[in-house]
């Protein structure tokens, strides 16, 4: 029996999280179960995080009270050694957002995102990102600066 997988999916827009949850939920019999938690905001998705340890995080960078770049910023201090190790490892994060210059894109990346999908996307593409990070599991590997 595979283990279950957590995801949480962040954006202020009802309609895109219900969209991407359904994308990715028809992803379970191919990656095995996953559940996934919505929010709507950055504080929220930070409650989400700490409650549920996902693998996954796919944030919209507009969020409302922490933006998803702040977040991102927050969950990746654990691996540059600023502080103290969780009992449990940062999750992988993809950056979902209608943020479209290449300077938001580098913003991203450089901060440490798995994947950058600017709004709107194609279906297969999100599923695509968020294969590739589930399948490498923690072999995932941020998205290289060198694709700019």
Same mark, same amino acid.
């Given at each position: ?21 359904? #994308?990715?939920?028809?992803? *379970?019999?191919? $990656?095995?179960?996953?559940?996934? =938690? ?7 998705? +930070? ?5 549920? =340890?996902? %693998? +996954?995080?796919?944030?919209?960078? $507009? #969020? ?5 770049? %702040? !977040? $991102? ?14 009992? =449990? ?5 993809? !950056? ?16 440490? *995102?798995?994947? &950058?999908?600017?709004?709107? &996307? ?11 990070? +589930?399948?490498?599991?923690?072999? *995932?590997?941020?998205?290289? !600066? *060198?694709? !700019?």
């Amino acid at each position: 029996m595979s283990e279950t997988r957590h995801l949480v999916i962040a954006d202020p827009d009802p309609r895109e999280r219900e969209r991407a949850a359904a #994308l990715i939920e028809a992803m *379970a019999p191919e $990656l095995g179960e996953i559940v996934v =938690h919505a929010a709507s905001d950055g504080r929220e998705a +930070l409650v989400l995080i700490e409650a549920h =340890h996902p %693998a +996954l995080v796919v944030c919209e960078v $507009l #969020l409302a009270g922490i933006s998803g770049l %702040a !977040l $991102l910023r927050r969950l990746r201090r654990v691996r540059t050694g600023t502080t103290p190790a969780p009992r =449990h490892p940062p999750p992988h994060f993809i !950056l979902v957002t209608s943020m479209a210059r290449e300077s938001d894109r580098y913003w991203g990346l450089r901060n440490g *995102a798995h994947g &950058y999908v600017m709004k709107p &996307y194609e279906d297969d593409l999100l599923q695509a990102r968020v294969r590739e990070v +589930l399948v490498a599991g923690d072999d *995932a590997l941020p998205e290289k !600066l *060198a694709a !700019l």
